[in-house]
């Protein structure tokens, strides 16, 4: 399914009637930023929105994932958003190399940037993020691979049909296979520092452009590889990972600067503040 602004549109004005609340900005998150998108491909998205003045006074933060035309959209109060970031949640990460990033208020971008200038420059605001919250990353890497590996013979209802058809989860075994991928970029930085920048290291894996790589996980995607060489292979990366996970546990857990994330929350804070005064 071809996306454009037309499509982001919709999906925007649909989650502001769903949500009841404004949406500032929205992301394309999933197949169509690692290349291994099919026409049957829906469009999920993660979006970000103001409170409400009800959500101002009862201190509440919205969050919901509702289900739309293209996709699911998963809705968050843009409060949130400091946290979720440096929670360095891959699934939120990738707001830094989506290939569509859309703001349907003009005037709302405007103001975005003028209160958050980190969103000017995203590739700076994505390594910054890593140099402090590495560790933090790669933690949350693993907690996703295992979180796939889960799901392999215990799916989500959807795809009960699938486990059935191929006698395991073919699309979490993709994924899976993918986080392995990427988190051998975050311990590659933390053991060796290479010519390439975090953002330029991270973005060249998530989009798969070793285009074997990619052939492989799409294969695997729509149930070419044999069930046992595919499980034999997260078997032995399984392995790898709890030993990486050993290695530096205790440094995930060590305090971080927290100048950064203080700056975007008084950033954000002034934002909301003057949308709703």
Known sequence: MEINNE?????????EEASGRKIVFLFVQGSQNYNLETESSDIDCKAFCL????????GKEYSATLEGEYGQTTVHDIRMLV???TKMNPTYVEMFFSKHLYFPDPELKKALLSYVPEFKGLKGFYNNLFRLYKYRFLQSMIGTFNKKLKELEKPTPAREATVKEYGY??????????YFRLLIVIVTFIRHQTSLSPYEAYEQELSLTDLNARQYLFDIKVGKMP??????RLNF???YVQ???DQYEAMSKKPVDSTLANTLRKQIYEFVKAQLA
């Open 7 to 15: 499509v982001l549109h919709k999906i925007a004005l649909h989650a």
């Open 51 to 58: 409170p409400s003045f009800e959500d101002f006074y009862y």
């Open 83 to 85: 946290d979720l970031l």
């Open 169 to 178: 989860d073919i699309k979490s075994a993709s994924h899976a296979i993918r």
């Open 227 to 232: 069930k046992d060489d595919v499980l034999d």
């Open 237 to 239: 990366e399984s392995q």
């Open 243 to 245: 030993a990486v996970k």
